[in-house]
């Protein structure tokens, strides 16, 4: 099993070999990081053909776009589950569908880290990643978690949460903040 810093780089070198459209690498970099993203778009769609669909938009998107990765800004894994996720929110504004309007407070257990069933499945990052968004205050590690799980707007999560939408973009804001200055020690 590759450490973090090991994952990071064999992905980042196959990101720059696909920005040189290098079909083997971006072959490898498919089956690398496809279940992971795959996961993120049926957390956050609906209908799993509609998750299967933006999977693919995604790597087309990073077949067209991996010049525009920068590894001083963020871990590769990272930069391709932004792309998911945000494929994923376009896919749900297009299709108009009606979700996420319950309370977030009842989401709060939803969201808890889950217990290692396969250490092999946990990685450094993931454990690092829970570890910084446990050091954050309760309301802030709950919007951001269900921001980026579940695909929320900062207007679905200021209603959910009965905020000012200002308070729910400052809360997301600082916490994100607090995020990176953790995840960058």
């Known amino acids: 099993m590759m450490d973090a810093d090991e994952s990071r780089q064999l992905?980042?070198?196959?990101?720059?070999?696909?920005a040189n459209h290098d079909r083997s690498a971006f072959a490898a970099l498919y089956?690398?990081?496809?279940?992971?993203?795959?996961?993120?778009?049926?957390?956050?769609?609906?209908?799993?053909?509609?998750?299967?669909?933006?999977?693919?938009?995604?790597y087309v998107t990073v077949w067209h776009k991996a010049t525009l990765y920068d590894g001083q800004r963020a871990s590769p894994i990272t930069w391709?589950?932004?792309i998911a996720r945000n494929k994923s929110i376009d896919r749900l504004r297009v299709s108009g569908v009606e979700r996420h309007n319950e309370p977030i407070e009842l989401l709060e257990r939803m969201h808890e880290p889950e217990p290692a069933s396969d250490p092999v499945e946990i990685d450094a990052e993931r454990r690092r990643l829970d570890q910084c968004l446990a050091a954050l205050e309760d309301?802030?590690?709950?919007?951001i978690r269900t921001a980026f799980f579940?695909?929320?707007?900062?207007?679905?999560?200021?209603?959910?949460?009965?905020?000012?939408l200002g308070t729910m973009k400052s809360w997301i804001r600082r916490g994100l903040l607090r995020l990176k200055e953790c995840l960058e020690k």
Do not use: N
Not at 48 to 58: F, G, I
Not at 139 to 143: A, D, I, L, T
């Open 11 to 18: 992905l980042s070198g196959m990101l720059r070999a696909v």
């Open 31 to 58: 089956r690398l990081t496809s279940a992971k993203l795959f996961g993120i778009c049926l957390r956050m769609l609906p209908q799993r053909s509609d998750a299967e669909d933006v999977l693919q938009e995604v």
């Open 80 to 82: 391709l589950a932004m």
């Open 139 to 143: 309301r802030q590690r709950c919007v």
């Open 150 to 164: 579940d695909g929320c707007t900062y207007e679905e999560l200021a209603s959910r949460s009965g905020v000012p």
